[in-house]
Nanobody, 126 residues
C-alpha cells in the first residue's frame, strides 16, 4: 500500500522559515508529479507547489519567490518555505502519483493525485 509521510511542520513567527519533507514508500519514479497542498481551517485544499522530474516546478502565485520545491531522489520531496506569512498557516499535505499534463505540467487539482499523506501542521503567527 502506498504511504506518504510528511514531516517538518511547526509554529513560527512571520518572516520565519520551515523545511517540509515527504517520504514516499512506494515505487515511484520521475515520470510522476508530486505536489504540496495545504488546507486552512474551514477552507478548501489548495495546491501550493508541484514538480515533474527534477526541473519542472510550479507554484501558486502567493508563494512564488518564497517557497522552493525539490526532489533529492524520486521518493523524497522537499518544500523550503521562507518569509512565511500568517496566510500560509494550514495543514500541509504531500500528494503523489499524478501523470504529467501535456508540456510537462503538473495539475494543481488535489483529485489528480491518487496518493497522499496525513499532513503536517504549519502555523505562522504575526
Amino acid at each position: 500500500q502506498e504511504r506518504l509521510v510528511e514531516s517538518g511542520g511547526n509554529s513560527v513567527q512571520t518572516g520565519g522559515s520551515l523545511t517540509l519533507s515527504c517520504a514516499v514508500s512506494t515505487v515511484i519514479d520521475y515520470k510522476y508529479c508530486l505536489g504540496w497542498f495545504r488546507q486552512a481551517p474551514g477552507g478548501q485544499r489548495e495546491g501550493v507547489a508541484n514538480i515533474y522530474g527534477t526541473i519542472s516546478k510550479f507554484y501558486r502565485d502567493s508563494v512564488e519567490g518564497r517557497f522552493t520545491i525539490s526532489r533529492d531522489n524520486p521518493r523524497n520531496l522537499i518544500l523550503q518555505m521562507d518569509d512565511l506569512k500568517p496566510e500560509d498557516t494550514g495543514m500541509y499535505y504531500c500528494e503523489a502519483g499524478a501523470g504529467a499534463l501535456p508540456g510537462g505540467l503538473c495539475s494543481f487539482a488535489s483529485n489528480a493525485y491518487p496518493w497522499w499523506g496525513q499532513g503536517t501542521q504549519v502555523t505562522v503567527s504575526s
